[in-house]
């Protein structure tokens, strides 16, 4: 199968997704996870922390996010369309951003140096350079900040499989269906000649830059995902997170 390096997530993670927390684990400083079991060609998982939130304003948070290879599938992810509730949304202009000319420019280690105050997440990647799965290779990953331009905001995933830089693009749009307030789409590009494999990644988008927000009115979000396939399959579902309002 081949798959981009991926994501996704992110995407994900603009969704303000919360685990389930009791209220003993509720006020914890780490984001706790739930697995979203989706179908071909990967299973994702999300958290954030703190879960309980503002029923009013919307407040910095901290997002988590993960995936596997599923052990099933047949598809390769070519695209992920995230569908943000309103009581989650994002805040390109709270923090600095780096143009994507220079940040592809540019190696991982070089790109953070260059690009340090635009950086809103990291995390790594496990990912096989060919189609029969081997080598492995572990590939750290860096989320840049790449601005907003023709009112829609651009992330930047960067990382390196083998000596070749791979940029997993995020363009996320603001929109006017009820229950949304905005678009995440996630365009996941070929690898190691085509040939590479994404297997699974880790992601977390740090609180401190405060790009990710939301508050917590109706006890849960329920952002809806689409996934589509180079192979013209479309695998949807609709994620039941919650959230527990501050009393």
């Keep these: 199968m081949k798959a981009g390096l991926a994501v996704l997530a992110l995407v994900v993670a603009l969704c303000a997704a919360a685990a389930t927390a009791s209220d003993s684990t509720a006020t914890s400083s780490r984001p706790t996870s739930i ?47 995230l569908d943000i509730p ?21 190696g991982t280690n070089e790109a953070r140096r260059a690009c340090r105050e635009a950086i809103v997440g990291r995390g790594r990647a496990q990912v096989a350079l060919s189609e029969t799965g081997v080598p492995h290779e572990t590939v750290r990953l860096t989320v840049f900040n790449s601005g907003v331009k023709d009112g829609v905001a651009r992330l930047l995933i960067h990382g390196e499989a083998g000596s070749e830089v791979v940029l997993t693009a995020v363009k996320v749009s603001m929109i006017h269906r009820e229950g949304f307030s905005a678009e995440a789409v996630v365009a996941i590009p070929p690898f190691a000649g ?43 579902t609709v994620m039941l997170i919650p959230c527990k309002p501050l009393s």
């Design 86 to 106: 309103a009581d989650g949304n994002i805040r390109p202009r709270s923090t600095s951003w780096c143009p994507r000319a220079r940040i592809e420019a540019l």
């Design 194 to 236: 085509g040939d590479g494999q994404l297997l699974d990644f880790q992601l977390s988008f740090d609180r401190s830059a405060a790009y990710a927000v939301a508050r917590c009115r109706r006890g849960g979000f329920a952002p809806r995902l689409e996934m589509k396939t180079i192979q013209k399959e479309i695998w949807k």
């Design 35 to 81: 697995l979203i079991p989706l179908g071909p060609p990967f299973l994702f998982e999300a958290g954030i922390s703190p879960q309980v939130l503002s029923e009013k304003e919307r407040e910095p948070i901290e997002v988590s996010l993960g995936g596997q290879q599923n052990a099933v599938a047949h598809g390769t992810l070519r695209e992920v369309v």
